[in-house]
C-alpha cells in the first residue's frame, strides 16, 4: 500500500510570490491535515479536510489557505509568500481524522524556501 | 494552558544503553497520546499510541511507552538503542475536545547516540 506522497519535494520561491503543495493520501484515508514545521514554532496544525470540507483550522494568516478534491487528495496554497513562510510543510492522511482515534500517516514533507 | 512538553531538548546516550525520553501534557481529559520519529529532512513516522486500556504500550523498532494519568505523563522508553534510533523524537497528543481533532505537538527531543 502506497503511503502519502507530497510533491513537490523542494521549492524556492521569492517574497511574494504565490505556492501550491499538493498532498495524496493513502488509499481509503478521506481525512488529511497540513502542518508547518519550522526551527522557532516546532510543528504547528494549518488545517484539515475530510470529505472535501475543512474540518479544523489551526491559527494562520488568510493567506494559508487549502482544499481537497473528490479523490481525497489535497492542496494548499500560500499567497503573497513571506520569507517567515519558509518551512517544511507536512501532510498527514488518516482513515477518519484524529478527532476520531484514528492514527495519522505523514508524508515526507514539502521543503519551501522563501527568497 | 494546554500543552505538550518535552523537558529535554537534546539527549545523548552511548550504544547500547537503555533510553527514557520524557513527555507531559496538560489537558483535562486524557487526550489520545502518541510518540513519533523523524530522521534529518524526513517525515514523521509512528513508533505507538496509547488510546485506552494497557497503559504499556508496545510500538515499532523496539520502543515502549507506558502511560500513568498521575502523572499526566507518557514516557517512551527502549532498553538498548542503537546508532540508528539517532534522530528527533516527537510526543503528541490529540485532545479530546469537539472541534479539536488535530495532533499537538512537544518541542522535541534530539537523540544523539555515541558509538
Known amino acids: 500500500k502506497a503511503g502519502v506522497t507530497q510533491t513537490p519535494r523542494y521549492l524556492i520561491k521569492t517574497r511574494g510570490q504565490q505556492v501550491t503543495l499538493s498532498c495524496s493520501p493513502i488509499s481509503g484515508h478521506r481525512s488529511v491535515s497540513w502542518y508547518q514545521q519550522t526551527p522557532g514554532q516546532g510543528l504547528q496544525f494549518l488545517f484539515e479536510?475530510?470529505?472535501?470540507?475543512?474540518?479544523n483550522k489551526g491559527n494562520f494568516p488568510g493567506r494559508f489557505s487549502g482544499r481537497q478534491f473528490s479523490n481525497s487528495r489535497s492542496e494548499m496554497n500560500v499567497s503573497t509568500l513571506e520569507l517567515g513562510d519558509s518551512a517544511l510543510y507536512l501532510c498527514a492522511s488518516s482513515w477518519a481524522g484524529t478527532g476520531i482515534g484514528t492514527e495519522a500517516f505523514f508524508g515526507q514533507g514539502t521543503r519551501l524556501t522563501v527568497v | 494552558a494546554q500543552s505538550v512538553t518535552q523537558p529535554d531538548i537534546h539527549i545523548t546516550v552511548s550504544e547500547g544503553a537503555s533510553l527514557e525520553l520524557r513527555c507531559n501534557y496538560s489537558y483535562g481529559a486524557t487526550p489520545y497520546l502518541f510518540w513519533y520519529v523523524q530522521s534529518p529532512g524526513q517525515g514523521l513516522q509512528l513508533l505507538l499510541k496509547y488510546f485506552s486500556g494497557d497503559t504499556l504500550v508496545q510500538g515499532i523498532k523496539g520502543f515502549e511507552a507506558e502511560f500513568k494519568r498521575s502523572q499526566s505523563s507518557f514516557n517512551l522508553r527502549k532498553p538498548s538503542v542503537h546508532w540508528s534510533d539517532a534522530a528527533e523524537y516527537f510526543c503528541a497528543v490529540v485532545p479530546i475536545i469537539q472541534g479539536a481533532q488535530k495532533l499537538v505537538f512537544g518541542q522535541g527531543t534530539r537523540l544523539t547516540i555515541n558509538p
Open positions: 479536510y475530510f470529505s472535501e470540507t475543512q474540518r
